[in-house]
């Protein structure tokens, strides 16, 4: 069971805009509109930020947005703040999983 | 308030099995599918498998397939997850993670994670 490719790391300085990537194939992201994404700030339990592509969770905040073309899912992420430096995840529904997580990206605010 | 409250850490020798509770409160437990999500140390997360709102229906990542049971409890709202044959790449924190169900995996609230250590 393949796991969804992300950047390593993504970094951009506070109120800038940055997007994260997650590649996955046409057995996920690309059939499927159930791409989840997920904050983690070091020793916490993750959070959900997006689900299907691009929904918020009540709470969330609009700096936050998804998208998805073909086989690649993104998330953005405008306005960047310095609570926003944390690992970052996407997930995607996948026709062997049923669910798979991408690799993680560490977002820095320089 | 809704509070997922887990077992407590582990340490088990390579080939042993595991069994993790997650205790659940404050909703109506039959109403929600429960995700089990694993992290080993200094790694990403892995999605491991989830249980139906009824406890009647599970699904397994693949790799889990055969060595991962998930039961659910339901008389006293508390989910299972066992894990036989296991090696050192199981150690990880393991979290039981409850589906908003507002979407496709879309979870609102997770344990505080269990921490299974395999080692001789």
């Known amino acids: 069971q393949s796991v969804l490719t992300q950047p390593a790391s993504v970094s951009g300085s506070p109120g800038q805009s940055i997007t994260i990537s997650c590649t996955g194939t046409?057995?996920?992201?690309?059939?499927?509109?159930?791409v989840s994404w997920f904050q983690q700030h070091p020793g916490k339990a993750p959070q959900l930020m997006l689900f299907?592509?691009?929904n918020r969770p009540s709470g969330v905040s609009n700096r936050f947005s998804g998208s998805k073309s073909g086989n690649t899912a993104s998330l953005t992420i405008s306005g960047l703040q310095a609570d926003d430096e944390a690992d970052y995840y996407c997930?995607?529904?996948?026709?062997?999983?049923?669910?798979?997580f991408g690799t993680g990206t560490t977002v820095t605010v320089l | 308030q809704v509070q997922l409250v887990q077992s407590g850490a582990e340490v088990k020798q390579p080939g042993a099995s595991v069994k993790v509770s997650c205790k659940a409160s404050?909703?109506?437990?039959?109403?929600?599918?429960m995700h089990w999500v694993r992290q080993a140390p200094g790694q990403g997360l892995e999605w491991v498998g989830l249980?139906?709102?009824?406890?009647?229906?599970?699904r397994y990542a693949q790799k889990f397939q055969g060595r991962v049971t998930m039961t659910r409890d339901t008389s006293r709202s508390i989910d299972y997850m066992e894990v036989t044959s296991l090696t050192s790449d199981d150690t990880a924190v393991y979290y039981c993670?409850?589906?908003?169900?507002?979407?496709?995996?879309?979870?609102?609230?997770w344990g505080q994670g269990t921490l299974v250590t395999v080692s001789s």
């Open positions: 404050g909703y109506i437990f039959t109403n929600n599918y």
């Open positions: 993670v409850r589906d908003s169900q507002s979407g496709w995996f879309s979870p609102d609230y």
């Open positions: 997930s995607s529904y996948t026709t062997s999983g049923p669910y798979v």
């Open positions: 249980v139906s709102p009824s406890g009647d229906g599970t």
């Open positions: 299907d592509v691009g």
């Open positions: 046409s057995s996920d992201i690309g059939r499927f509109d159930h």
